[in-house]
C-alpha cells in the first residue's frame, strides 16, 4: 500500500499514490522492471486520450497502419546514428523456440527504419506526396536511467509514432509546423501546458536533422519531455535507397519527418490537474463525468423518494449523453464516498438527500474548485454542459499559470543555480551560441539543457554568462525526468 501523499510537496510519492489508489495503473508488481499494466479505469482514461490524438491526426490528413513488432538487424541497423542512439536500448529476438535466428530480431525501439524501407515499395512519384502515416502501438526500450511508471517505461504501450514523406525538404519544414499545431490541438484538449524548445545538436533524435521537443514541469519542479518532432532530412530515404520521381522528371530522395508521443501524456493529465486529494480529470476524458451519492436521511418515505430522484436524475443525464455512475454502496457512508470519487477526479459530485429530493434540485459540487451549489432539476442538464466547460477552462488556466509561474528567465548564473536547484522549475539564461558555453553552463547548474526557445528569439543587449560574447538567444535548464 502507497500512503496518500501530498501532491506538492511530495509529488513523486503522490504519482505513486494516486496510481494505486484511483485504480489506474498497477506499477512495480509484475515481474518485468519497466512495464506496467493498465487497469479498468485506467485503460478508459487511456482510451479516450487515444480517441483525441487519432481525431486530431485523423482531421489532418494523416492514415494509421499497423507495422510488425519485430525489425531485423538489418534493417535497424542501416542507419549510423540512429543505430548508435538505440544501440544500448534494443531488446534482441535471437531464438525461435530452440533454433538461433540467422538474423537478430528487435524489439522495435522506433518504426523509422523499418516504416522506410516499406514507403520505398510503395512511394514512386511526388504526386503520391505528402503521405503521413502513423500507428500507436507498444514499442520497447532498454532504458537504463530509472525507471518509472508510465514516465520511463521499458515497454511503452502508447507509443504515438507519426511518419511523414515530402517531395521538397521546403514542404518537411511545412510538416514540423504543422505536426507542432496538431501536438498543441492534442495538449489544449487535455488542458496541459507545454513548453517549445529546439533541443540542442547533441540531445536531438538520433538520425533527425534536429528535434522540436514539447516540455511540461512537473509539480516536483522538473521538467518531463512530452512530445517531440524531427525532421529527419534525408538521412533514412538515402540509406535505404528510396528514390521518387519529382514533377521536372529527376528522380531524388524524399524528405522525412516523424513525431512521437506516449504514455507520458496520461501521467500529464493525471498529475498536472492534481491537487492534494486525487487527481482531476477534464470531463471530456472523465470515465464518469458525474458521480451521484444518495444521501439516506430521515423516514423510510424520505428515502424512498431519494431512491426515486436519484434513478430519475441517472436516466435523465444518460438520456443526454453524460457519463454518469450512482454510487448506492450501503454500507459506504457518503463521506467515504466523496473522498472516493475525488481521489478518481471525477468532475461533478451530486448530493441527492431528502431536502433536494422535495424540492426538485440537487446538490452540485465541482471536483476542481469544490464549490457547492444547488440546482433545479429540470436545469440540470444545461448547468452541467456550463459546468463542463468551466471546470475545463479553469483546469487549463490553472495549469497554465502555474507552468508560467515555473519559468525563470534571469542573466545571473547564481539565481539559475538556486533555481534549478531548489527545484522551482526551469531557468532561461542567454547564450552566445557556442556548444561549449552551454555544456559548461549544464555542469555549473548540475541541470539538462532543454535548448534553445521555438521560434527563436532574440536576447537584444544580452551577454552570455560564460564567454561574456553577444548573446544570440536564450537557452533553458532544467532538472529533468
Ligand atoms: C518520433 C516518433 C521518436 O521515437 N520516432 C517515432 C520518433 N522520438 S522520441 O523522442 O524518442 O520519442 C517520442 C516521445 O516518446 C516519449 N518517450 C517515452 N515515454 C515513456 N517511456 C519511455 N521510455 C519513453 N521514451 C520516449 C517521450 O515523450 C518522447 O518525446
Ligand atoms: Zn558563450
Redesign the pocket.
Given at each position: 500500500m502507497v500512503s496518500r501523499e501530498r501532491w506538492s510537496s511530495n509529488f513523486p510519492r503522490w504519482f505513486d499514490w494516486i496510481l494505486e489508489e484511483a485504480e489506474i495503473y498497477d506499477y512495480g508488481r509484475y515481474p518485468v522492471k519497466?512495464m506496467g499494466i493498465w487497469r479498468p479505469y485506467g485503460f478508459q482514461i487511456r482510451r479516450r486520450i487515444i480517441d483525441i490524438i487519432r481525431e486530431v491526426l485523423d482531421g489532418r490528413g494523416h492514415e494509421e497502419v499497423l507495422f510488425p513488432l519485430l525489425i531485423p538487424e538489418t534493417l535497424l541497423q542501416v542507419e549510423k546514428e540512429h543505430i548508435k542512439g538505440f544501440e544500448d536500448e534494443v531488446y534482441w529476438v535471437t531464438h525461435g523456440g530452440l533454433e538461433p535466428l540467422d538474423v537478430k530480431l528487435a524489439l522495435r525501439?522506433?518504426?523509422?527504419t523499418s516504416i522506410t524501407f516499406m514507403e520505398s515499395y510503395w512511394i514512386k512519384s511526388y504526386r503520391q506526396l505528402p503521405k503521413k502515416y502513423y500507428q500507436i502501438v507498444s514499442?520497447f526500450?532498454y532504458?537504463t536511467k530509472a525507471t518509472r511508471p508510465?514516465?520511463?517505461?521499458?515497454e511503452?504501450t502508447t507509443?504515438k509514432?507519426?511518419?511523414t514523406v515530402h517531395d521538397t525538404f521546403e514542404d518537411s519544414e511545412r510538416q514540423v509546423l504543422e505536426a507542432i499545431e496538431a501536438y498543441k490541438e492534442i495538449y489544449d484538449r487535455l488542458a496541459i501546458p507545454y513548453l517549445v524548445s529546439k533541443r540542442p545538436e547533441w540531445d536531438k533524435?538520433p538520425g533527425a536533422l534536429y528535434?522540436i521537443?514539447?516540455d511540461i514541469v512537473m509539480p516536483d519542479g522538473r521538467a518531463l519531455?512530452?512530445?517531440?518532432v524531427?525532421n529527419l532530412g534525408q538521412n533514412f530515404t538515402k540509406v535505404f535507397d528510396f528514390k521518387i520521381q519529382l514533377s521536372d522528371e529527376s528522380h531524388d530522395y524524399p524528405w522525412q519527418t516523424?513525431?512521437?508521443?506516449?504514455?507520458?501524456i496520461v501521467a500529464t493529465v493525471i498529475s498536472i490537474h492534481g491537487d492534494d486529494r486525487g487527481t482531476i480529470l477534464p470531463p471530456n476524458i472523465a470515465p464518469i463525468q458525474v458521480v451521484i451519492v444518495p444521501i439516506p436521511a430521515g423516514s423510510e418515505e424520505d428515502r424512498r423518494l431519494v431512491d426515486k430522484t436519484v434513478k430519475e436524475v441517472e436516466k435523465l443525464l444518460a438520456g443526454h449523453s453524460i457519463r454518469v455512475k450512482v454510487d448506492d454502496r450501503e454500507e459506504v457512508r457518503p463521506g467515504a464516498k466523496f473522498y472516493y470519487w475525488e481521489a478518481r477526479g471525477v468532475p461533478v459530485r451530486i448530493e441527492i438527500g431528502p431536502r433536494e429530493a422535495k424540492n426538485g434540485t440537487v446538490t452540485i459540487v465541482r471536483r476542481d474548485t469544490l464549490e457547492k451549489m444547488e440546482t433545479p432539476v429540470s436545469t440540470l442538464v444545461d448547468e452541467l454542459d456550463r459546468l463542463f466547460n468551466s471546470i475545463y477552462e479553469t483546469l487549463k488556466e490553472r495549469a497554465w499559470n502555474y507552468m508560467k509561474s515555473k519559468i525563470k528567465r534571469t542573466t545571473s548564473l547564481d539565481e539559475a543555480k538556486s533555481w534549478v536547484s531548489e527545484r522551482r522549475g526551469i531557468v532561461e539564461l542567454p547564450w552566445c551560441g557556442m556548444d561549449d558555453c552551454a555544456a559548461q553552463m549544464e555542469d555549473m547548474l548540475e541541470a539538462k539543457t532543454l535548448g534553445t526557445p521555438w521560434p527563436r528569439e532574440d536576447a537584444p543587449g544580452m551577454k552570455c554568462p560564460i564567454c561574456g560574447r553577444d548573446a544570440v538567444t536564450w537557452i533553458r535548464y532544467s532538472k529533468t525526468y
Open positions: 519497466g525501439p522506433t518504426s523509422e514499442i526500450r532504458e508510465m514516465i520511463r517505461l521499458r511503452v507509443f509514432e507519426a511518419h533524435f528535434t521537443a514539447f519531455q512530452i512530445g517531440t524531427h516523424s513525431y512521437g508521443i506516449s504514455d507520458r
